[in-house]
């Protein structure tokens, strides 16, 4: 491992990869990348369900969504790896009037945005996706260019591209300690060996506190775990099987149930699914809790009545990472020169990691990243109460 580097990137997930090639894109390529487990996207980038979306409630998420997801459609072209993406749409279902309410005042931003959002029909809504109950839905919006890609090859990708053009990635390897002169950050430690540099990013998701804290620097960012069940389809087989056509979709469509949160989209044969538990409290365990499969099953028959018979052949755990007002942290520390963060991202960060880490890189390679970083500002916490995301599933 290098002892100097211009540039020290804590945590290999989507972000870590994704700043570490746009810097080698801007030329900027003395860097190390250190991730503490033995393989890259082994944190909550390893345990998402692939979704992006351009339904958000925040301009600033809509045109990350826009900048990532135009990305993420030319992702073979541009960084070199297929990452299997299909542009099946989002159904959201809302069954509350004020949820309508709020969705409508947000397609109407999405639009203005330049999204292509539409409200849908509850007869469309079951074309899109057949097999859907319906039973007290009051309005439902889709967006044909949202989907679901493979978030393992974006971060692969980011890192091969990096890797090619010079980036040190170092697997096993922890970052615990950083030497700070007069404010500034000059050199950090690891389990094996210190490295000087004048730039660390904090990458490190729903750990990103404890980056901040090697600091003295507060980077409010709370682990909360999440399920990801996996059904296949009754008495073994496919749901593509002739025996179950019109009781799932065909296609990789996302459909969520905004009010429970449930959510589901095709995966390969099967069918992932999950849902946010409101009794959950902040914390790194992600020990599958098997008793919560019953509550989510409740809310998910009723949804999409197929599941009822279904066999849930697999689960896992994996951690969101919240922000007190649901929007990431991206940019550097008033407090501390040379420490940057991008972390935070509250559950929905796969999908921004591209644009989130060229705009990253922009800033410390001096560039104007074009973007207004205001709302995602590490000191916003402090000074007031900022209007985030609401659209978090
Ligand atoms: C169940 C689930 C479903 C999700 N579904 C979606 C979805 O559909 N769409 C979407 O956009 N997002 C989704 N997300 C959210 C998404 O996974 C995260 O926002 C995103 O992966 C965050 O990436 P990251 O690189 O910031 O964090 P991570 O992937 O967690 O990477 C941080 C890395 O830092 C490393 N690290 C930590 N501390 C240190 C240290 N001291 N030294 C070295 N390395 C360190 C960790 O080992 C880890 O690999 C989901 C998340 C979960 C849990």
Redesign the pocket.
């Given at each position: 491992m290098k002892s100097t580097a211009d540039v020290v990137i804590?945590?290999?997930?989507?972000?870590?990869c994704s700043v570490a090639w746009h810097l080698a894109q801007r030329g900027i390529t003395n860097v190390v990348l250190?991730?503490?487990?033995p393989q890259l996207?082994?944190?909550?980038?390893g345990?998402?369900?692939?979704?992006?979306r351009h339904q958000f409630s925040h301009p600033a998420n809509i045109e990350l969504s826009k900048e990532s997801i135009a990305m993420i459609a030319n992702f073979e072209e541009v960084v070199g790896t297929p990452i299997d993406f299909h542009q099946d749409g989002y159904l959201f279902l809302l069954s509350k009037a004020a949820d309508v309410e709020t969705f409508r005042k947000n397609v109407a931003l999405q639009q203005q945005h330049g999204v292509d959002v539409r409200w849908v029909s509850n007869d469309d809504a079951r074309e899109l996706s057949p097999g859907l109950d319906l039973t007290g839905v009051k309005g439902a919006t889709y967006c044909p260019q949202d989907g679901v890609a493979d978030?393992n090859g974006v971060t692969m990708g980011f890192a091969r591209g990096a890797q090619a053009k010079g980036v040190e990635i170092v697997r096993d390897v922890?970052?615990?300690g950083v030497r700070l002169e007069r404010n500034r950050v000059v050199e950090v430690r690891t389990s094996r060996g210190n490295i000087s540099t004048p730039i660390l990013v904090n990458?490190?998701?729903?750990?990103a506190k404890?980056?901040g804290r090697m600091l003295g620097v507060d980077v409010p960012v709370e682990p909360e775990r999440?399920?990801?069940f996996i059904a296949a389809a009754p008495g073994g087989g496919s749901w593509d099987d002739d025996r179950h056509r019109g009781r799932v979709p065909a296609s990789k469509l996302l459909v969520i149930d905004f009010e429970s949160t449930f959510y589901f989209h095709r995966e390969g044969g099967g069918l992932l699914f999950?849902m946010g538990d409101p009794d959950e409290r902040p914390g790194f365990d992600i020990t599958v809790r098997w008793d919560f499969l019953p509550k989510v099953i409740e809310v998910a028959m009723q949804r999409l009545p197929a599941l009822a018979d279904a066999a849930v052949s697999h689960a896992w755990a994996?951690?969101?990472?919240m922000t007190p007002d649901h929007n990431p942290i991206i940019g550097p520390s008033a407090d501390v020169d040379g420490f940057y963060t991008i972390?935070g991202?509250s559950?929905?960060?796969?999908?921004?990691?591209p644009a989130a880490g060229r705009i990253l890189a922009d800033v410390i390679a001096g560039r104007d990243p074009q973007f207004d970083l205001t709302p995602f500002a590490l000191d916003r916490f402090s000074s007031r109460v900022a209007a985030g995301e609401r659209n978090v599933v």
């Open positions: 804590a945590g290999g997930g989507c972000m870590g250190l991730e503490r487990e996207a082994a944190g909550s980038t345990k998402n369900a692939g979704g992006v978030p922890e970052l615990n990458a490190a998701g729903p750990w404890s980056i999440r399920h990801i999950g994996g951690l969101y990472e972390a991202f559950g929905h960060g796969f999908q921004h990691a």
